[in-house]
T-cell receptor
Framework: GENVEQHPSTLSVQEGDSAVIKCTYS??????FPWYKQELGKRPQLIIDIRSNVGEKKDQRIAVTLNKTAKHFSLHITETQPEDSAVYFC??????????FGTGTSLTVIP | SAVISQKPSRDICQRGTSLTIQCQVDSQVTMMFWYRQQPGQSLTLIATANQGSEATYESGFVIDKFPISRPNLTFSTLTVSNMSPEDSSIYLCSVSRDNIVNTEAFFGQGTRLTVV
């Protein structure tokens, strides 16, 4: 089955700096890569996703890049704000299959 | 999007008893999943709930301990049977609309279970 690894497990940045979280996957058939944000005590919520036919996608301060050859994808948050503090999960999926989640990154943005 | 109602939101149960968690979706969905999440940890898939047939369980999870029902495309239940303190966790229902064209997963608000 698929194996998704996520790094780092914890990340602290100063407000206004950028944060980068990286994930690798093992199954070359995976073709959908969502990122979820989970605030304390809340359910995971999708913040951005990318499909395998695209190399990069951006939504305001959030961007995701995908390197299919190397089987890795990354989340980039620019101009971080305290409300960005949360746990972020990457995931990989292929059609008809389950989502495989990374181990999560706890991001703290220091005011 | 999909609106998911999961209940109960929390419960404290005696060891040896069972708890059934319900997941109701506002529209038909193809795929429904049940996850367990320990505080500060990632999401561990328990099983995929299949409509009209037995659930597909992940390694380490068995039907006798976590029986699942899915009578239609909008509803599923997960039962945690013969509970022990090790079952204390957050249980999350998740759905995905389409299994042909990948779409995002939506989550219920979770059930925080404490076994005493």
């Amino acid at each position: 089955g698929e194996n998704v690894e996520q790094h780092p497990s914890t990340l602290s940045v100063q407000e206004g700096d950028s944060a980068v979280i990286k994930c690798t996957y093992s199954d070359s058939a995976s073709n959908y890569f969502p990122w979820y944000k989970q605030e304390l005590g809340k359910r995971p919520q999708l913040i951005i996703d990318i499909r395998s036919n695209v190399g990069e996608k951006k939504d305001q301060r959030i961007a995701v890049t995908l390197n299919k050859t190397a089987k890795h994808f990354s989340l980039h948050i620019t101009e971080t704000q305290p409300e960005d503090s949360a746990v972020y999960f990457c995931a990989a999926k292929k059609a008809g299959n389950q989502f495989y989640f990374g181990t999560g990154t706890s991001l703290t943005v220091i005011p | 999007s999909a609106v998911i109602s999961q209940k109960p939101s929390r419960d404290i149960c005696q060891r040896g008893t069972s708890l059934t968690i319900q997941c109701q979706v506002d529209s038909q969905v193809t795929m429904m999943f049940w996850y367990r999440q320990q505080p500060g940890q990632s999401l561990t898939l328990i099983a995929t709930a299949n409509q009209g047939s037995e659930a597909t369980y992940e390694s380490g999870f068995v039907i006798d301990k976590f029986p699942i029902s899915r009578p239609n495309l909008t509803f599923s239940t997960l039962t945690v049977s013969n509970m022990s303190p090790e079952d204390s966790s957050i249980y999350l229902c998740s759905v995905s609309r389409d299994n042909i064209v990948n779409t995002e997963a939506f989550f219920g608000q979770g059930t925080r279970l404490t076994v005493v």
